[in-house]
């Protein structure tokens, strides 16, 4: 039996690697290893540490409240990028619809997803969901600490 490994396992993959990290302050270099089957050997790539960047809206004017938001590693030539989101305690982000896919990963904290339709799941660490491209969500931080969210932003190839 021939086994396939999706690049949503990959994703997956990265998420639970990184996932106990993102709690904690890391200072220094932080590293990304790149493997490649046709280079025969793994490439280190040493970059600065992620910046939490503080937003009161999204670019798209989406309403937020204790939201920061890093970019810690864009995968070369392609549309897949990790990130992290900080939802300060009382925080929130207002509904908003991507067209992207999102597996994400709950590294701290706890909160909750609401969808448009008004159905809404509490999330807490440890648990992991994945938003379908153009679903409607947003997020609301319920704990008494820092909500944090790592995901792999799969968008869709811009022709």
Known sequence: MKTVISSGAIAMALVFSF??????????LSRVFV????????????KPDAQWIKYESLKTGIDSKGLHIATLFMVP????????????????????????IYPMY????????????????????????????NTDHGYVNTGDEQL????????????
Request: charged fraction near 20%; glycine fraction near 12%.
């Open 35 to 46: 493997f490649d089957e046709n280079k025969n050997a793994a490439v280190v790539i040493e």
């Open 148 to 159: 944090v969210l790592l995901y792999i932003r799969v968008m869709p190839v811009v022709k």
């Open 19 to 28: 996932g106990p990290l993102w709690g904690q302050d890391i200072s220094g």
């Open 77 to 100: 030539s392609t549309n897949i990028q990790m990130a992290g989101i900080k939802i300060d305690k009382g925080g929130s982000i207002a509904l908003h619809k991507p067209p992207g």
């Open 106 to 133: 709950v590294a701290a904290g706890r909160g909750k997803v609401t969808l448009k339709n008004g159905t809404s799941v509490d999330i807490k660490a440890g648990d992991v969901f994945c938003h379908m491209p």
